[in-house]
């Protein structure tokens, strides 16, 4: 049975959704084809449960769209999984022909076949498990005990391709290196400070040796390289110069990854990369890395006894993150350093 899911748009939302994606692909007995935005098309190279993948940029208005919309279309794919919540991709979907099945709201139900209430615990749980309910429709009954969906196995980037990239980068070989990635698109509530970004960073390299690559986008430039400044000799700013196929190479050599909640948290998790990752006004319960090998650090709590999510401090302060200290941080990344994580390999069986 041919089948299509239309993707999520942020690196963190697609990783969340691969247990979903995977359970799709069972069902449909077959890989499933992807709709999703031409930037975020690589992650699906990660996972053998993606098929033909159609990278179109669906914030384009529909009549721009609809040359793509229609070829996928004439592609006859019986069962369609939409699963942003938006009117928009509902009415995308719905283009697109085949049974609809996304969550209800927004008006997006006269677009499904299937409207899927969301269920009472969705506040409660990860999100991965949101995803994999509408796929399997596990969202009636009791909310998940699990941490999180489980993630699927993987397949990692190809080995000589990542060390040549590591090269051309001028990094050292996979397991000599960490990666920070202290930026965050969420904005700055989520961003611990860099100064004690650079003090973990010079004890790294002076206790351990490993050079600390710093990595971001464009737009992170100006954070990266004072950062990197003031570790000193040591640090390699990559701020904008890695597209994310490098960023699966730069990723899956790191000894150790130390970065905020952001996308590539949730890219390292996949890729089984050690993770710290100090913890502010985000629900880790919902929305936190897939992955055993992460440690959370977490500050004083949120007067209002739980995580925010919000862009701006309701209070006029960041004292969740600016309370996580660099002395905590580091006896974090002690400790993942400390445990067997080198070589290591997350691969289709």
Known sequence: ?????FGLNWVGDVIMSFPALTRAAEIAGEPVEIVTRP??????KLIPAAGTVHAIDTRQP??????????IRKRSCARVIVLPRSFRTAFQAFLCGGRRRGYAGEWRSAFLHEAVPVPSWAERVHES???LGLVDDTTLGDPPAAPYAPLPRLAPPEADAAERTRQRLGLPPAGGYVVFAPGAAFGEIKRWPAERFAALG???????????????SAGEAPLTSSIALDIGNGA???????SLDELFHLLSGARLLVCNDSGTMHLGAALGTPLVVPVGPTDMRRTGPMSPDAIIVTGAPCPDGVPCRRKNCRHGHRRCLESVTSDAVIAAAERRLSAPAFPRERSIP
């Open 202 to 216: 010079r004890h790294l390299l002076s206790h351990h040796g490993l050079p600390v690559v710093l990595s971001g």
């Open 1 to 5: 049975m041919r089948s299509c899911l």
């Open 129 to 131: 498990f949101l995803h």
């Open 236 to 242: 390699i700013d990559l701020a904008g110069r890695t």
């Open 62 to 71: 529909f009549w721009s769209l609809l040359p793509a919309l229609v070829a």
């Open 39 to 44: 930037g975020l098309a690589p992650l699906y």
